[in-house]
């Protein structure tokens, strides 16, 4: 796993060589870069609403906090169709496997942001009912701490699931088949 | 008859079926025989005009003979008083008749009093867990039943374990730490 900054994905474009037809209309970048610049900024979320936690998520959905701002505004109720799983709200042990379920029936990449302190750590709930944070079942990709958050908190959350996207190795680690075979071929 | 002459002439009505009664604050408690209550439910309904039953409970009295305790709160909307019966059930028979048919509201609070005191309900039509799931192996409102909860796992369906308490339901410290190191899930093993 590279560390260094210079290896990292870079979204600086380099100049294109003068050609009045397509000037403007060329960019040149890696292709991580664009990849997690298109995933980053439409992620849509899955809205698993649990508990209170699911009233700021719809607060933050509409029209004062406005997620649409940051490209996350596609709930989408079928698993299918999603990238992030917003887990907002109190992960009762009877909703864990259903929670599991729908995590395992979004397609490739997804992520987790467990919203609120139920859903990091079963927050106040210490008791035989209630699951005690969602990263027992799934892999947690933003904390948010509150009870519940506010809508600023939220969309930091997902600002720092973005700067995350924006620093992964989407097409070497995700792709790894094809990068295979274009290494074979040349 | 208006609503306090009813209540002052209940101790009459129910007559020997009364174990005891209690008066506190115009609440009107009555301690009736388990085997009774289908009949005096019905009595209350059909000619007591108690036709709306608000709730049934459970208690827990641990170490004391008999153990639980059935509480049927009644309200009747043209006189609009309350009445309170209950019923003592002990751990070696621990089942009360139903009273599902006479309020039908008294289906589900049945199936919460068995789900969670384990108390059934004989002639109830689906006495089915209605909080947990078939198959959880405990009643988690009976005493001796840790609030933390027991570790159980039932494939495909739902598991649990016991939460972390570390000394209380949650109990966290003052202290200049930051919210991170004071969580009590942070100072002890899970």
């Known amino acids: 796993m590279p560390t260094s900054a210079e290896s990292r994905p870079s979204t600086q474009t380099l100049p294109a060589a003068y050609d009045s037809k397509i000037e403007g209309n060329v960019i040149f970048t890696q292709l991580d870069a664009a990849m997690n610049w298109m995933r980053k900024n439409s992620l849509w979320p899955m809205p698993m609403g649990l508990a ?9 959905a509409s029209a004062r906090f406005d997620i649409a701002r940051f490209g996350a505004e596609v709930m ?41 302190a139920c859903a990091s750590s079963g927050g106040m709930y210490r008791s035989y009912a209630v699951l005690q944070g969602i990263d027992q079942l799934l892999p947690v990709d933003v ?3 509150g009870c519940p958050p506010r809508p600023e908190a939220l969309i930091a959350g997902l600002m ?9 190795r989407s097409f070497t680690s995700q792709k790894r088949g094809l990068v295979d075979k274009i290494e074979s071929l040349v | 008859m208006t609503g306090p002459e009813l209540l002052a002439s209940l101790s009459h009505l129910f007559g020997a079926k009364i174990r005891e009664k209690k008066e506190f604050r115009g609440e009107t408690s009555f301690v009736i025989d388990p085997g009774d209550i289908r009949e005096v439910a019905k009595f209350c309904r059909e000619d007591l005009s108690f036709d709306y039953l608000l ?12 153990r639980f305790e059935v509480v049927y709160e009644l309200y009747s909307m ?13 751990e070696d028979n621990p089942a009360v008749d139903t009273v599902s048919d006479i309020w039908p509201t008294a289906n589900w ?12 309900f004989t002639g109830h039509p689906d006495l ?12 988690p409102l009976r005493k001796e039943f840790p609030l933390e909860g027991l570790p159980s796992d039932m494939p495909d369906v739902a598991f649990t374990s016991a939460a972390p308490m570390e000394g209380g339901p949650f109990v966290t410290q003052p202290s200049t730490a930051t919210t991170k190191d004071r969580e009590p899930r942070a100072r002890g093993p899970i």
């Open chain 2, 128 to 139: 089915r867990r209605i909080l947990m799931w078939e198959g959880y192996p405990y009643f």
């Open chain 1, 143 to 145: 904390y948010i701490s």
């Open chain 2, 78 to 90: 043209t006189l609009a008083i309350h009445l309170r019966l209950k019923v003592r059930v002990s």
């Open chain 1, 52 to 60: 209170c936690c699911a009233i700021e998520l719809m607060a933050t």
């Open chain 1, 76 to 116: 989408r109720f079928s698993p299918r169709q999603c990238d992030v799983m917003i887990v907002a709200g109190t992960v009762t042990y009877k909703m864990a496997l259903a929670v599991k379920r729908i995590y395992d029936q979004m397609p490739e990449p997804k992520w987790v942001i467990a919203m609120g």
């Open chain 1, 160 to 168: 720092k699931l973005q700067d995350k996207i924006a620093g992964e």
């Open chain 2, 55 to 66: 709730d049934i409970s459970s208690v827990d009295h641990f170490g004391e003979e008999p």
């Open chain 2, 109 to 120: 609070h049945e199936r919460e009093i068995w789900d969670m005191m384990g108390l059934r």
